[in-house]
């Protein structure tokens, strides 16, 4: 009698927690589906760099690629089966397909409706003109440890050379020039200098690339990263705080030559093989170039009068900043309805207003889109709907209406975030060799 009790009780509790477990996952597919549908708001979007494809012939819906994933929100399990919910959030990682049970998994560049545009490099980093490397996430590759690799890998072929041996500058020109600073770029720069190469890095920003921009205190996967001349990093998770932590206690303990605040707009060849590098102050010139440009492409600008102020943004890093002003979002995509929804949510603006040329937002994620229109009918957020940037002045800004009729309103601050130009688009005006892939691995 009481071992029928006992066996009663626990065929209870197993249909418990089967339930249970049963309505977690129902919640879990849940919220995947509200996220892919919330995404499909901006209409067909792509990762830029490598991304799982899953073929649903294949996939179980075991639901080990979404507990795999580092990054929370980018694959789920809908209806029974894996799904790629998310593919802005998403780094490339591959700890997706890794944990694939049964193998549903591949890395691939771009979809069959979307296209990434991606350099062509060798074994060697080296592009189609001799001397120019592509190193990092510009390659299509994402992930710090890998361009850390990658750009101490370009430099070894610089250094051992081709069958003339390596290609060296002479007394007017640098042996190599590392144009960007992310990991990649500062991987390349140590190479040099443990070499003993005259080699100088140049960035537009500042010393540590994308990093620099994460959320604070994002959790960073690295993996361990062998960094030339500083030696071993083998912690595998680091915050953001860690990591540029570790960019400055590199840049106090080696000094690598680096110019931040200059653009490279173009590479000119001379006619004695090497390479005018040219920026928006002037023209270097090296023996070989490294691209380390990352994959997130210049941003877009005004070109109207008054941008070049300081006051004028191209990203928002910290809302606290802009305390007691009166902030100007321009754009209406997914990055400018965040930055103008997180100014609110900071409470500490004076006023935050919006201009998007189109009357509506049309790109943006429809979670974004339900909150900023909310914003909007509270008075939360000024909107100017079919407005474009006429003229930025010291204390103010002139809109035009698509009426024609222009109007001056108040500003301290702009963040200008209307789309950028891809680096695919700077590396085919170098004349580098590009390829387009196609949900191709
Ligand atoms: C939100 C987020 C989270 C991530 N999390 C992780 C993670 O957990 N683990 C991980 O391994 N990876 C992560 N990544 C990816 C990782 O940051 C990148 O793969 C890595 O930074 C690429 O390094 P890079 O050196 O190739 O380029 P970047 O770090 O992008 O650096 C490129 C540099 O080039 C400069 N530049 C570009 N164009 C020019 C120009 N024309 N002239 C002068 N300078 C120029 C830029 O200013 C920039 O400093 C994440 C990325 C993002 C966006
Ligand atoms: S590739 Fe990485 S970031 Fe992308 S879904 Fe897989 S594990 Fe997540």
Same mark, same amino acid.
């Given at each position: ?6 066996? %009663? ?16 996952? /129902? ?16 209409? &067909?979007?792509?990762?830029? #760099? ?13 639901? !080990? ?81 890998? @361009? ?23 007394? &007017?020109?640098? &042996? ?10 500062? #991987?390349?720069?140590?190479? !040099?200098?443990?070499? %003993? ?88 010139? @090296?023996? $070989? ?45 997914? #990055? ?9 949510? /900071? ?20 979670? $974004? ?10 008075? !939360? ?25 222009? %109007?001056?309103?108040? $500003? ?30």
């Amino acid at each position: 009698m009481t071992s029928s009790l006992t066996l %009663g009780g626990l065929i209870l509790l197993a249909l418990v927690l089967y339930w249970w477990w049963g309505r977690s996952d /129902e919640k879990k597919e849940h919220i995947a589906a509200k996220i892919a549908e919330d995404i499909k708001a901006m209409g &067909d979007v792509v990762a830029t #760099s490598l991304s799982p494809r899953i073929d649903p012939s294949i996939c179980i819906g075991s639901g !080990a690629c979404v507990s795999a994933c580092p990054e929370k929100g980018v694959i789920g399990v809908v209806r029974g089966q894996a799904q790629l919910i998310n593919p802005l959030g998403c780094i490339g990682h591959g700890a997706c397909a890794e944990a694939c049970p049964v193998k549903a998994i591949q890395l691939v560049y771009g979809t069959k409706t979307r296209g990434v545009e991606l350099p062509v490099i060798d074994e060697n980093f080296q592009t189609n003109c001799p001397g120019v490397y592509i190193a990092g996430e510009l390659g299509g590759m994402g992930l710090i440890r890998n @361009a850390v690799m990658q750009g101490r890998q370009a430099l070894e072929h610089i250094i051992a050379g081709g069958p003339d041996g390596p290609r060296r500058g002479y007394s &007017d020109a640098f &042996d190599v020039i590392v144009v960007g600073a992310g990991p990649a770029g500062i #991987s390349a720069t140590l190479r !040099a200098m443990q070499e %003993g190469l005259r080699a100088l890095l140049i960035d537009r920003e500042g010393f540590g690339g994308t990093i620099l921009h994460y959320p604070r205190a994002k959790v960073v996967m690295t993996g361990v990263l062998d960094l030339p001349l500083y030696g071993k990093v083998s912690s595998r998770r680091l915050s953001k705080e860690q990591l540029v932590a570790l960019w400055d206690e590199i840049r106090a303990k080696h000094n690598p030559p680096f110019i931040s605040g200059e653009l490279v707009t173009s590479l000119e060849p001379r006619a004695d093989g090497m390479w005018g590098v040219v920026t928006d102050r002037g023209v270097r010139h @090296a023996a $070989n170039v490294i691209l380390a440009l990352g994959g997130r492409g210049s941003p877009q600008k005004l070109g109207v009068p008054g941008e070049a102020q300081s006051k004028v943004a191209y990203r928002l890093l910290e809302p606290k900043e802009f305390e007691g002003r009166h902030v100007l979002v321009v754009g209406g995509g997914n #990055s400018a309805v965040e930055s103008a929804l997180s100014l609110v949510d /900071e409470g500490a603006c004076a006023s935050v207003a919006i201009s998007y040329r189109r009357s509506e937002f049309a790109r943006c994620r429809a979670e $974004n889109r339900r909150r900023i229109d909310g914003m909007i009918a509270n008075r !939360a957020v000024r909107a100017y709907l079919g407005t474009e940037v006429l003229d930025i002045g010291e204390r103010d800004v002139t809109l035009r209406g698509s009426d024609g009729l222009t %109007g001056k309103i108040v $500003n301290d601050s702009l963040i200008v975030q209307i789309g950028g130009t891809p680096p695919a688009k700077l590396l085919g005006s170098l004349g580098i060799a590009l390829t387009t892939k196609y949900g191709e691995r």
